[in-house]
């Protein structure tokens, strides 16, 4: 079995796959504090909770925008699984062609979500992952990665808010019934969750006429469920796409 680990600034998600088959998903807290034992005890107990014996995994795949995880959850595998996991960064192949200014520069976390998109979707395509930063991925009707963008993402901004302001308070992160507020904390949630959809329809239209025809437009990120549905635009929901495109990248690598 494969195990993949995909390490975001707020997140760490897991799955294993047997073949093509997902066999289940976990997430941990991104804590750069943790040390590998400490990461490699976590992971172990997971495959327990999940009934996956731990000589069955015999690979490994990681993309991180932590360094200091990414090197703590390496360790953790190596440890756990007598393994040496592949670690996305430059010189492993993905496959992508990537026409943005400077290709080292391309996120791990885009370039996974890039390769699933592109072996599960039509093109062109556009991938939206909303995690601690919203990022948008653009890739062209010939399967090139052109590039993207950068936003804030929701908990980021609600963050910002209420650490920048004396009396704004933390809200739940989920929508208001109406887009105009008529308390505090009705309105912040409009503001965070209802422009967000907004935000991404108002980039999803102008990426399209830049591109010059429709995309299919992809979703990933644990906010993506509550923010998908009150955009305009038609957005699928994909909560493995990262994962699968680790996977991918580990079969290219071997």
Known sequence: MLICVDIGNSNITL???????????ARLATDTRRTSDQYAIEIRDILHIYDIERNSITKAA?????????????????????IKPIVLGPGVKTGLNIKIDNPAQLGADLAAGAVGALAKYPCPCIIIDMGTATTLSVIDKNGAFLGGIIAAGIKLTMEALTSRTAQLPSVGLEAPKKVIGSNTNDCIKSGLIIGQAAMLDGLVTRIEDELGS???VVA????APEVIKHCTHKILLDDNLLLDGLRIIHDKNV
Do not use: D, M, Y
């Open 62 to 82: 990681i993309s991180s925008v932590v360094p200091t995880v990414g090197s703590a959850i390496e360790k953790a595998v190596e440890r756990l699984f007598n």
């Open 15 to 25: 799955g294993v796959f047997e073949q093509e088959n997902l066999k289940f998903t």
């Open 220 to 223: 990933t990120g644990g906010l």
């Open 214 to 216: 429709c995309a299919t």
